[in-house]
C-alpha cells in the first residue's frame, strides 16, 4: 500500500505522465529506476554544490510522511512530478557536461595545433641546427685542408732546404776528402823529401845490433868505395867501423889504373866512386866463399833503415878477392 501511494507522486521522466496514467508494469521500473539512481543522484549533486551549480530540485515529501489518508493516485502524482524534476536537472547536467566537453574539444584541438606547430618549429630548428653543423664542420674541413696544405707546402719547403744542405755537405765533404788526400799526398812528399834530405847515419845502439849479426862472419875480405859528399862519407865511416869491431878484414885494392883514394881515421883506405845508394859486391867465384856473409851484411843494414843491394862483379874486376862496399850519394 505504501508503495503504491510512493508510485502516485512521480511522474516518469519518459512521458511526463504520472505512473497512475501508465500500466502498472511502467510504475514498478520507474520505482526501480529511483531506487537504482538515487545514490548515483546524491553523489552527483554534492560535487555539483561543490562546482557551484545548484540545480533547482523540488522538496518532495517522502510517501511514508503521508497519511494513511492520501489516496494512491495522490502519491503517485506527487512522485512522477519529483522524477521530472530529477529529470531536468539531469538534462541540464547533461547539457554542462556537453559545455565542457566542447571546452575540452577545443582545448584538445588547440593543444593538437599547438604540438604539430611546435613540432614543425623543432623541426625546423633541427633541420637548421645540422645545416649550421654541416656548415662548421665543412668549414673546417676546408680549413684543415687548407692548413694540411700549407704544412705539406712547408715541408717540401724544408725538404728542399735540407736537400740543399745535403748537396752542400756532401760537396764540402768532397772537398775536405780531397783536401784531405791532397795534404797526405804532400805529406808524404814532403816525407819522402825529408827522407831523401835526411843523413844516412847508424846510432851506437844500432851498431851494436849490426856488429852481433856480422861476427859470425868474421875474418871476411872488404874494400870501400865512396861517393865524395860528407853524408856519405860519414856513413862509410860508421860502416867501416862495424866491420872492423865484428872481424872483417879491410884489404888494399888490386886496381893499377889511375884512382883517387883517401884514409879514414881507422887507417882503412877509401876509394873515391861517383855512384848512388849502398852497394854490396863480389864475382860469382868470390861469393861461392862470401856470398852468405855478403847477404847477411845487406840484412843488417835493410833492418837499420838503410837501402842496399846486392851485385855481380865480372870475373875480369881488377880486384876481385874482396867485397866491394861502395857507398854512393843518397837515392
Known amino acids: 500500500m505504501v508503495r503504491s501511494n510512493f508510485s502516485a507522486c512521480l ?3 519518459v512521458s511526463g505522465r504520472s ?3 501508465g500500466s502498472a508494469d511502467r510504475v514498478e521500473g520507474c520505482l526501480e529506476l529511483t531506487n537504482l539512481i538515487s545514490p548515483w543522484l546524491i553523489e552527483r549533486l554534492a560535487r555539483f554544490a561543490w562546482l557551484g551549480i545548484k540545480p533547482h530540485i523540488v ?6 510522511s503521508i497519511g494513511e489518508n492520501v489516496s494512491a493516485i495522490e502519491s503517485l502524482t506527487s512522485r512522477v512530478q519529483w522524477l521530472n524534476n530529477s529529470v531536468d536537472w539531469w538534462n541540464t547536467a547533461i547539457i554542462v557536461a556537453l559545455v565542457f566537453a566542447a571546452v575540452a574539444a577545443v582545448m584538445v584541438g588547440g593543444t593538437t595545433y599547438l604540438a604539430f606547430k611546435k ?7 633541427v633541420s637548421e641546427l645540422s645545416a649550421a653543423k654541416e656548415a662548421k664542420l665543412s668549414d673546417e674541413l676546408r680549413n684543415q685542408g687548407e ?3 700549407k ?4 715541408a717540401a719547403e724544408a725538404e728542399q732546404k735540407a736537400e740543399g744542405f745535403r748537396l752542400d755537405i756532401a760537396t764540402a765533404n768532397q772537398r775536405a776528402a780531397e783536401a784531405a788526400r791532397t795534404a797526405e799526398s804532400e805529406r808524404l812528399e814532403r816525407v819522402k823529401i825529408e827522407e831523401k834530405l835526411k843523413p844516412r847515419t847508424l846510432s851506437g845502439e844500432q851498431q851494436q845490433r849490426m856488429e852481433e849479426k856480422l861476427k859470425p862472419f868474421s875474418g871476411t875480405p872488404y874494400e870501400l868505395a865512396v861517393d865524395p859528399i860528407p853524408e856519405a862519407i860519414n856513413l862509410i865511416g860508421a860502416v867501416d867501423a862495424i866491420l872492423r869491431s865484428s872481424g872483417w878484414v879491410t884489404g888494399q885494392s888490386a886496381k893499377t889504373n889511375f884512382r883517387m883514394a883517401f884514409t879514414l881515421p881507422s887507417g882503412s883506405k877509401v876509394e873515391q866512386e861517383y855512384s848512388a845508394g849502398v852497394a ?3 864475382t860469382r867465384t868470390l861469393s861461392a866463399k862470401y856470398g852468405t856473409a855478403a847477404e847477411a851484411f845487406i840484412l843488417a843494414l835493410q833492418a837499420e833503415g838503410i837501402p842496399a843491394r846486392y851485385e855481380i862483379l865480372p870475373e875480369s874486376d881488377p880486384s876481385p878477392h874482396n867485397i866491394h862496399v861502395t857507398i854512393g ?3
Open 11 to 13: 511522474i516518469c521522466p
Open 119 to 125: 613540432a614543425k618549429q623543432l623541426a625546423n630548428a
Open 280 to 282: 854490396v859486391k863480389l
Open 329 to 331: 850519394s843518397k837515392e
Open 19 to 21: 505512473a497512475g496514467e
Open 59 to 64: 522538496s518532495v515529501e517522502h510517501p511514508d
Open 151 to 154: 704544412a705539406e707546402q712547408r
Open 147 to 149: 692548413r694540411t696544405a
